[in-house]
C-alpha cells in the first residue's frame, strides 16, 4: 500500500452517506456549521514536505493543499490540508465522496447534487463555494489525468 493510501486512513473517515445522515441530523445551519467544524477535526494534517506550491490549490482564500495517487487497483487517493478550521471540514465532505474510488466513479459523481443536498452553497460566502469548487475541480483534474 502507498504512503498516500496509507496517510488516508481507508476505511477512518466517513463515506458521503455518513455526511448525508449527520447533516439531515443536524437541524439549521448553526449546527450544520458546527458539524463542519467537528468534521474538519477528523482530517489528519498533511505532512509538512507534501504542503508544497506543487500540491497548494488555487482558488481557496485560505492555503490548501491536494495530493492524490492512484493504486495498482485503479482507486484515487486523495490527501488535502488547509490552515482554516471551516475549509477543513469542507474538505472531509468533498473526500467523503470522493475519495478512495475509480476515476469513472469521481468523474460521475453528482457533487453539485451532493452540495445541494447539503444545504452547503446557499450557507457558504462566495468565497469559500469557490474554496469548495477548488478542490473538487483539483480532484477531478487528478482523476482525470
Request: aromatic share 8%; hydrophobic share 40%; with cysteine.
Amino acid at each position: 500500500m502507498s504512503e498516500l493510501a496509507t496517510y488516508t486512513q481507508i476505511g477512518q473517515e466517513p463515506d458521503a452517506d455518513t455526511i448525508r445522515q449527520q447533516f439531515a441530523a443536524a437541524k439549521g445551519w448553526e449546527n450544520q456549521y458546527r458539524l463542519i467544524i467537528q468534521l474538519g477535526k477528523l482530517l489528519p494534517a498533511l505532512p509538512a514536505e507534501w504542503q508544497t506550491e506543487e500540491n497548494r490549490l488555487k482558488g481557496c482564500e485560505s492555503q490548501a493543499w491536494l495530493k492524490g495517487e492512484q493504486s495498482e487497483d485503479g482507486r484515487w487517493h486523495f490527501a488535502c490540508d488547509s490552515d482554516a478550521r471551516i475549509v477543513r471540514g469542507l474538505i472531509v465532505i468533498v473526500l467523503a465522496a470522493l475519495n478512495h474510488q475509480r476515476a469513472e466513479t469521481i468523474q460521475a459523481f453528482d457533487i453539485d447534487g451532493y452540495f445541494a443536498e447539503l444545504g452547503l452553497e446557499k450557507h457558504l460566502s462566495p468565497s469559500r463555494g469557490n474554496g469548495l469548487r477548488s478542490i473538487v475541480q483539483g480532484i477531478m483534474m487528478l482523476a482525470a489525468a
